[in-house]
């Protein structure tokens, strides 16, 4: 495991019940001609993926509903900021594909969105995708970040359909008052106490600059970054010091 931008195979841990779907990402990842990925674990739960050879993935793909409609159907979006604070990127790969639940997922983190009935052919450029920190929309994540209710008016609306997770909101607002990643890595602490990693802030800092991206407005400078946020109201400007409106690009 790690944090950092993967340029080697990327390693994959599936979290998935359904044998099926497990043989279907098997074949998948095989039959990329360029050989990009590989499935080290998979497993029908979170801690038992990660108990072993998944502990080491880049990417962890996860189904929503574990268990089935016999359990009770439970969705566990509650376990994926867990997740990208132990410094794992990830991919949910689900047939819940209403915009409101797409939407929860990518605010409570993970860094793409896969619709199992109709995006099978994303699925190895978009675990790539992420394991890289590259920017990568699915279809399904684009209904899920433009549920805004606002009128359609092109770039502006994309631009307004950027949703970034709580967590990298935080990171990003530290980032911004002159603090480094290790100093941010010691606030942001996870459900046990303990202060997640420094790789782990880049990460949420460059999936915050990756969501600016692909709604058709790179930011190449912090300052940049920083204009943006505080323009679609992500950032408060009495949040950060020294912060003065102006117009950049």
Known sequence: ??????DEIVRVALVEDMDVVVEGVRAWIAADPRQRAVLVADG?????????????ADVVVLDLELGG????????T???????????????FSVHVEPLIVAAVLKAGASAFLDKRAERRH???????????????????AG??????APADGKRQALDAVKLSERERQALQYWFQGLDHASIAFRLTKSDGKPISAGTVRQY????????AAAGRPCR???????RCIELGLIRPEEIEDYRPGDYS
């Open 123 to 141: 699925f190895v450029d978009t675990v790539v995708a992420v394991a890289r920190d590259l920017p990568f929309v699915t279809p399904s994540m």
């Open 205 to 212: 800092i460059g999936r915050a600059r990756a969501k600016f």
């Open 1 to 6: 495991m790690g944090a950092s931008a993967v």
């Open 144 to 149: 899920g970040m433009l549920h805004t209710g």
């Open 69 to 76: 409609p016999e359990n009770g159907g439970k969705l566990v």
């Open 44 to 56: 029908s739960s979170i801690e038992a993926v990660l108990a072993g050879s998944g502990r080491d």
């Open 78 to 92: 509650d376990q994926i900021s867990g997740l990208c604070d132990a410094d794992y990127r990830v991919v949910v």
């Open 221 to 227: 400078s912090q300052f940049a970054l920083l204009a």
